[in-house]
């Protein structure tokens, strides 16, 4: 195998789908771990059958815990597997706890490790995900960075230039193979019975957020007292997390927010294509809003995604009702008319190239 690549969470299986599909089509050797930090159907497996990628060569099957336990077990797991593979590279995604796994067992050995989705920062270290991004940059030999701004973070850390690649968000390579087909495959606007334009979509399961009883408690009312001034539904597709906090806090959901099971790739890119605003603390979600077309509004005081923000796509209300409401309505009046800053839809085949062009080159030197 060349490339071992590690995922373990419902962005990164999202995210990496088109590395995965630029490795089968350029026939580069390469083998998928899943730590199983993600195991529940609708967070896993469903996107696994939807994106129509084989199964995982390895599940560690890790599960939910603390950070210690939960990172140390897929450590242990990660290293044995890649002992026994040998790959030349192994590439990580993202900011979650997989991906921190994935590189402290790599940086120990005599393989290189590629971060796709570097140089993002929130610049709040009380967050596990920033933690996660900076080590992740700090170990990598090649930073994927999706945007100039993000490769001039990594390279203001020391970062030296010759190892970062500006190729593009593989996001936007997802959205571009999967909006059409979303488009005619998916009737969740029928069976939800939702209006095109009318509906508000949120998702809110930042740890900070729903973690916290008082902050989630602002952001349901805040989203209530959108729903009221908008005369519109809002729909909120629940990540376990926050359930599993709405009933440990006995939080009492408003009547306009519709709490509905996560919902499958096709049928969410849909509910977000068509909302008439997304309310959300995701970062995939930021992005996505931004890429379709649709104002967003990022319940939290800060976002690594700040290109979101320069374009005019998305704004910063941080978690107090009054601020969510007053950022919908100023969102709601902004003209969709953006241009996306996250590339043109080819990171995936760029950063398989990348590492599979600079491997055969090498090699090459060595034979000569
Ligand atoms: C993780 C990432 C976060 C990312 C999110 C994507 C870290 C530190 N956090 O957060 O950055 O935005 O994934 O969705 O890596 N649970 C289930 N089923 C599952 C997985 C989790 O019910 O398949 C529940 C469990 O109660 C678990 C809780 O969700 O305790 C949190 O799961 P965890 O993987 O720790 O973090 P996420 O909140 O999913
Ligand atoms: N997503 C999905 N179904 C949902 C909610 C989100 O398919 O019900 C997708 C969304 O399109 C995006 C990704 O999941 O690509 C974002 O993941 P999440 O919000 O869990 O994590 P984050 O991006 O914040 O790390």
């Not at 059409?180 to 009318?198: H, I, N, P, Y």
């Not at 989630?216 to 809002?234: D, T, Y």
């Not at 440990?248 to 959901?253: K, T």
Request: charged share 25%; hydrophobic share 40%; glycine share 6%.
């Amino acid at each position: 195998t060349d490339i071992v690549i590690v995922l373990g969470t419902r962005p990164e299986i999202i995210k990496l789908a088109p590395v995965i599909r630029a490795c089968e089509t350029n026939g580069v050797p390469y083998s998928v771990i899943h730590t199983g930090q993600h195991y529940s159907e609708e967070l896993d497996a469903v996107f696994f059958e939807q994106l129509e990628l084989p199964d995982p060569d390895y599940n560690l099957g890790v599960g939910s815990d603390s950070h210690g336990v939960q990172t140390a077990a897929m450590l242990v797991g990660i290293e044995e597997i890649l002992q026994e593979e040998k790959p030349e590279t192994v590439l990580v995604q993202g900011d979650t706890n997989s991906v921190l796994a994935g590189a402290i067992a790599t940086s120990k050995m005599d393989i290189d490790l590629g971060h796709v989705e570097a140089g993002l920062r929130s610049f709040d270290r009380d967050m596990p995900e920033e933690v996660n991004r900076v080590m992740t940059d700090h170990a990598a030999d090649y930073l994927f960075a999706p945007t100039d701004d993000s490769a001039a973070l990594i390279r203001e850390e020391g970062i030296p230039a010759k190892r970062i690649y500006v190729t593009g968000n593989t996001v936007v390579d997802a959205v571009e193979q999967h909006r059409e087909f979303a488009q005619k495959k998916s009737s969740v606007l029928e069976e939800l019975e939702l209006q095109r334009g009318e509906y508000v979509l949120m998702t809110a399961h930042r740890a900070e957020n729903v973690d916290d009883p008082n902050r989630f408690r602002e952001i349901l009312s805040g989203v209530a007292q959108v729903a009221k001034r908008f005369e519109a539904n809002v729909v909120y597709p629940i990540h376990p997390r926050a359930k599993n906090r709405i009933e440990e806090f006995d939080l009492s959901v408003p009547r306009s927010v519709r709490l509905v099971e996560p919902q499958d790739y096709l049928d969410f890119l849909n509910l977000e294509s068509h909302a008439r605003l997304i309310l959300t603390d995701s970062g995939g979600v930021q992005e996505e809003a931004c890429i379709l077309g649709v104002p967003c509004v990022t319940m939290r005081d800060n976002t690594e995604r700040p290109e979101t923000i320069d374009v005019g796509a998305n704004v910063l209300a941080g978690t107090d009702a009054d601020e969510i409401l007053e950022s919908a309505a100023e969102m709601d009046r902004t003209a969709p008319d953006w241009t996306n800053p996250f590339g043109d839809g080819t990171a995936g085949e760029r950063i398989v190239d990348m590492v599979h062009h600079s491997k055969t080159t090498e090699e090459m030197e060595i034979l000569l």
